[in-house]
């Protein structure tokens, strides 16, 4: 089971995915590389140190842990598929607003 705060920092790492439109290739690299999620946490913590001296990130090092859950990763690709449902509804809405306007 993932924490309250483990969620959190999902669904914020799901709305960086959407916000930066990189859904599709986020959700292909998690599904593709399943299998491989412990090896790619392993590869965070040795990169760890240069990141971190460049971005410090308490989120980094608890991202890189929840890597090492397969259940984490469906979580992940379950927030950024919703968050980016949630994106297209507002923007839909948003342009049924504006043609209602426009007449």
């Keep these: ?22 859904t599709v290739p986020a ?7 399943r299998p491989l999620n412990f090896l790619a946490s ?6 760890r140190p240069v990141i971190e001296s460049v971005w410090a990130s308490q ?5 890189q842990e929840l ?16 968050e980016e449902e949630r994106l297209i509804a507002e923007r839909t809405e948003a342009r049924r607003r504006r043609r209602e306007r426009k007449r």
Excluded: K, N, P, W
């Design 27 to 33: 959700i292909l690299l998690l599904e593709g590389s």
């Design 42 to 47: 392993q590869t965070m913590l040795f990169f």
């Design 67 to 82: 890597l090492e859950q397969r259940e984490s990763v469906e979580a992940l690709v379950s927030a950024i598929e919703d």
């Design 1 to 22: 089971m993932l924490s309250e705060a483990d969620q959190g920092l999902i669904a914020r790492v799901a709305r960086r995915v959407v916000d930066l439109r990189m």
């Design 59 to 63: 989120d980094y090092g608890r991202f």
